[in-house]
């Protein structure tokens, strides 16, 4: 969900960053 981060929160950024 890399492309989620685009919209998510910065802390949802680095849970997406860990996620790939």
């Known amino acids: ?5 685009r ?3 910065p802390s949802e950024l680095i849970h997406c ?3 790939g």
Do not use: E, I
């Open 7 to 9: 919209w998510a929160s």
């Open 17 to 19: 960053s860990q996620d």
């Open 1 to 5: 969900m890399a492309d989620a981060g």
